[in-house]
């Protein structure tokens, strides 16, 4: 197996990474177009980390305009074996309180707008995404999270909706009544691409409100997430610091099959597929295509 590198996505709230060494800033170029931001690169112990703010410095770009190719493409020519997204979620139950990480295993997707797959017209694929989240890094990040005193816990469904508006009650219901464990914007297609791209991913769903659905809670506004996360941020650095203390030299085999998910995705046989979509995927599926 390859080198291992760990990838962290920043979301709300999560614009930097303190404590790398090493540090320099990249901005790589992808054929998918601009990423989010410039990557930055350094190590964390022995540990190369990079790591990318998906909003962008500033939170200039929201949810819907996110270029999740992109973000996902220039991870892996920067080398990312392993992704761990740091998300601000709203939670559908009471026990999933704000400032409480759930390590999510579970993704639904109800976004509408979004390039959903690298893969298209002159270049079919199907991945499996039965298990999106990779268990043996999920279990890292909880030893992480144990080792550093953090409150999370293991498991649980994350649904993304499109947004920018937050939802309205009636949908809060909805979600709730169909055992969903949490909302979000963003997890949806990054889960479904870093896959396509035999990344290992998960995330870490950092509690911040209670959507709009609780009768002892107000509904959720920008100010709310922002005053957690603030609380959170300082947390979630914490856990990656730890996670790429203790992170294995070498990239693991992930027993839901992220590390050969293209072995036999493809569908289009080699003389059908468009040249110009190959040249494209030379980073996401280089793995097979060279074979
Ligand atoms: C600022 S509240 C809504 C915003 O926060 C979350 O972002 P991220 O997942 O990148 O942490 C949520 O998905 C929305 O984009
Ligand atoms: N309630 C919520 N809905 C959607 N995305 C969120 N991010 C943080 N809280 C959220």
Redesign the pocket.
């Known amino acids: 197996m390859s080198e291992a590198v760990l990838g962290i996505i920043g979301g ?1 709230g999560i614009y930097d990474l303190p404590g790398l060494t090493e540090l320099r800033e990249e901005r790589i170029a992808s054929p998918w177009g601009e990423a989010s931001d410039a990557l930055r690169i350094g190590r964390m112990g022995q540990t190369k980390v990079v790591f990318l703010a998906r909003h962008g410095r500033g939170h200039v770009l929201p949810p819907s305009e996110i270029n999740y190719r992109a973000n996902i493409d220039v991870m892996k020519r920067a080398g990312v074996t392993d992704l761990v997204s740091l ?4 939670s559908y139950k009471s026990e999933l309180y704000p400032g409480l990480f759930v390590l999510v295993d579970q993704f639904v997707d109800r976004t509408a707008k979004r390039v959903s797959s690298f893969f298209g017209k002159g270049c079919v694929a199907h991945v499996s995404l039965a298990h999106p989240v990779g268990p043996a890094l999920q279990a890292r990040i909880a030893e992480a999270a144990t080792a550093e005193d953090l409150p999370f816990v293991r498991n649980g469904t994350l649904v993304t ?1 499109e ?1 920018p508006q ?2 309205t009650y009636a949908e809060s219901l909805t979600y709730k009544s169909l055992g969903y464990d949490l ?3 963003t997890a949806m297609p990054e889960a479904k691409l870093a896959r396509e791209a035999e990344i290992t991913y998960a995330t870490v769903a950092m509690v ?2 209670f ?2 659905w609780h009768p002892e809670q107000h509904s ?1 506004d920008v100010a709310s ?1 922002v005053a957690v996360l603030h609380e959170n941020a300082e947390k979630a650095r914490r856990l990656v610091a730890r996670l790429a203390a203790d992170f294995p030299a070498e990239r693991e085999l992930c027993p839901a099959g992220s590390h050969n998910a293209l072995d036999n995705a493809i569908i289009t046989p080699a003389e059908f597929r468009d040249p110009a979509l190959m040249a494209k995927l030379d980073a996401v599926a280089g793995r097979v295509l060279s074979a």
Do not use: N
Request: charged share 10%.
């Open positions: 709300s998300s601000a979620c709203g909706m947004g937050f939802s909302i979000g914007m911040t409100d959507d709009c959720v997430v």
